[in-house]
């Protein structure tokens, strides 16, 4: 038996007037959160303002403002729980590597703990494009005029600006042969185990001639230059180098003191 007097009463309105249920306080809080709630929140705490949260959600800015202040955002207990559910967020990323694909076909990993899923594909779309607004609105998927404002403002952020050097630096080491990778393809021509592909011109009668791509080994010669440059490298040689130096030589004897 709920005792009305414990419970709530929630007026509803209908074409024959209003009339009053009574929820218990479990049933209160199911009927008052939206699902979408919790998600504009995480909006809010990432620095989005409540128009831009409510254009990205598709709900009014009047409604997104009233979760603001019915749910307390600002509040030191909300901001409490909700550093619980990041932790609790961040050891399921920890735990599960997912791999993003991004709109160019790669795929990216998500490894940043102290940033959002939201900002780091922004991270990543961004060291591709070096724009600021497609790479927001791509992240985020909300409207082209708010990625322009947003995406400037995101870049100011010291933890967004860190992982993107980051990834501009692994991008470049990428890009860049390092020591090890030319002395192994060295190696390999001079073993005789890398491949080029050239492509020779043949004659095929009345005048006519194809052109068609014939795989080579090295040569001779490329497998000598390979090892001269692989001696050098570890100082087998010791070059003689040979001058014509026009020079005078004088010889003096100092025999002390005649007595």
Known sequence: MVNPDTCKKIPILNRCGIFFIALKGSEQLAAKKNPLSDKAYEL???????????????????????????????????????????????????????????????????QNDELTPEQQMFCI?????????????????????????????????????????????????????????????????????????EIVVEGIGDGCSAARAITKSPSEKDKLKAAELLGKRYGLYTEKIETDVDMELNINIDYGDEE
């Open 125 to 197: 779309y961004y060291s591709k494009t070096f724009n600021a607004a497609q790479s927001y609105q791509k992240a985020y998927g909300c409207k082209y005029e708010s990625a322009m404002v947003r995406g400037s403002e995101l870049l100011r952020n010291v933890k967004v600006q860190e992982y993107i050097a980051q990834r501009m630096a692994e991008k470049e080491s990428q890009l860049i042969a390092d020591q090890d990778e030319v002395l192994k393809y060295l190696t390999s021509v001079l073993r005789g185990e890398s491949q080029s592909t």
């Open 44 to 110: 809010y705490k990432s620095g989005m303002k409540l128009v831009d949260i409510a254009d990205q959600l598709g709900k009014p800015e009047g409604t997104i403002r009233t979760w603001k202040n019915r749910y307390q955002w600002d509040s030191s207990d909300t901001e409490t729980f909700q550093k619980d559910s990041e932790t609790k967020r961040n050891v399921s990323v920890k735990k599960k590597k997912a791999d993003v694909v991004v709109d160019d076909g790669t795929k990216e990993t998500l």
